[in-house]
């Protein structure tokens, strides 16, 4: 039995990974050339929760910090626990995140569509 349509599918997988990679390959090129904008504020902040955390709450510091609190700091909080091992300055490392953290929902949906268009295509229910 032919299987019509998967290998035009698999021409279209490997372009995508091909594109990924050149993609993957300009940001390791270019993130050290970003500069600090108003918004990244929220660094200093993810700082202060962390320390909250690793304090098991003692440190509420993160209370006084202008009003970030209202806001969600767990992509904050990964940055700033990421920075503290890596050997790139705190702010190459949370750059070098930025840049890749878009790409999880892409990676993550083309994973799970092809997963049901193969449910679907060797269905036995009709």
Do not use: C
């Amino acid at each position: 039995m032919r299987l019509v349509g998967l290998e035009f599918d698999r021409r279209w997988g490997r372009l995508a990974y091909f594109l990924f990679a050149i993609l993957a390959m300009l940001v390791l090129l270019t993130f050290r050339d970003d500069g600090v904008t108003l918004d990244e504020v929220h660094f200093y902040y993810s700082f202060k929760v962390l320390d909250f955390s690793l304090s098991l709450g003692r440190d509420k510091s993160y209370l006084d910090f202008m009003n970030l609190y209202t806001y969600g700091a767990a992509f904050d909080v990964l940055t700033a626990a990421l920075s503290r091992v890596s050997p790139m300055s705190s702010w190459e490392t949370r750059h070098l995140v930025d840049r890749f953290h878009p790409w999880q929902p892409t990676a993550g949906g083309r994973t799970g569509t092809r997963r049901h268009a193969r449910r679907r295509f060797f269905s036995t229910d009709s």
